[in-house]
């Protein structure tokens, strides 16, 4: 739940933030490389040298093939659409997956990903504007939420 809490407030913060320049801080992605790196590494220490028989070493394993996994995606879609996706959406939806693991990155990016949808096609409808891009931790932000709601309804079901 530490982590959670760590996670959620530098996305309020780069949201916050990135709603009004459309710039993520390199601090921001640095603080959540961090946050991320420590998570692993304590499932990692928990796997394999702590008391707890619930977390197995795939646990911790798994957040960094999700990681790599979520960079590979990012990367070739870098790679085919010359446009739309910058450096921090692939850096923080990676650096994200590498926290969360891969069921729940998913959800994450689904979230976020329909939560974007649902604005430019509101801001379309609504005050006829075409919007271009979006500003990505607002979104993230919003995918995050959702991935929690999940995460804490599954466990205390």
């Known amino acids: 739940a530490i982590f959670d809490l760590i996670v959620a407030g530098l996305i309020l913060f780069a949201a916050l933030d990135d709603g009004k320049t459309r710039i993520v801080r390199p601090s921001i992605q640095w603080g959540l490389l961090g946050t991320a790196t420590a998570h692993f590494l304590f499932m990692l220490y928990t796997a394999y040298w ?23 995606i990012y990367i070739t879609l870098v790679l085919v659409f010359k446009t739309g996706i910058g450096g921090a959406d692939t850096k923080v939806s990676s650096i994200m997956a590498l926290y969360l693991g891969l069921v ?21 409808v609504r005050h006829h504007k075409h919007i271009a891009s979006v500003p990505l931790m607002v979104f993230i932000g919003i995918g995050y939420l959702i991935t929690l709601a999940v995460k804490w309804i599954a466990y205390f079901i």
């Open 104 to 124: 729940p990155s998913i959800i994450m990016v689904v979230g976020h990903f329909a939560s974007a949808i649902i604005y430019v096609v509101y801001e379309k």
């Open 50 to 72: 702590g008391n707890l028989e619930s977390v197995k070493p795939w646990d911790a394993w798994q957040l960094l093939v999700s990681g790599v996994l979520m960079f590979t």
